[in-house]
């Protein structure tokens, strides 16, 4: 129902996109968000987009990232530039609200000192 892609290894201030595509039951009717979960940390929100558009961030990665959505695709992305080496994680996307979807195994976002 989602799969997570375009992680991979980079250095401190370079950039990836990650791309998310979702199942129409789950897209087109929610808000869909990025989370990520470092290492001994709990999963976090770090970026969310209406059908509409309209978004919103965590304060971590403000400035820095950016989520859009292709509602014909059923794809939710993001942009993230300047990336920093504590944004390194396991991203994934899902709707914000529970019932969650299922996870998947996310894409893995290392970023190098």
């Known amino acids: 129902q989602l799969q997570a892609s375009g992680g991979g290894l980079v250095q401190a201030g370079g950039s990836l996109r990650l791309s998310c595509a979702a199942s129409?039951?789950?897209?087109?009717?929610?808000?869909m968000g990025w989370f990520r979960q470092a290492p001994g940390k709990q999963r976090e929100l770090v970026a969310s987009?209406?059908?509409?558009?309209?978004?919103n961030y965590a304060n971590s990665v403000k400035g820095r990232f950016t989520i859009s959505r292709d509602n014909a695709k059923n794809t939710v992305y993001l942009q993230m530039n300047s990336l920093k080496p504590e944004d390194t994680a396991v991203y994934y996307c899902?709707?914000?609200?529970?019932?969650?979807?299922?996870w998947g195994q996310g894409t893995q976002v290392t970023v190098s000192s």
């Open positions: 987009i209406t059908i509409g558009g309209t978004t």
């Open positions: 129409g039951s789950i897209f087109n009717i929610n808000v």
């Open positions: 899902n709707k914000i609200t529970t019932p969650y979807g299922y």
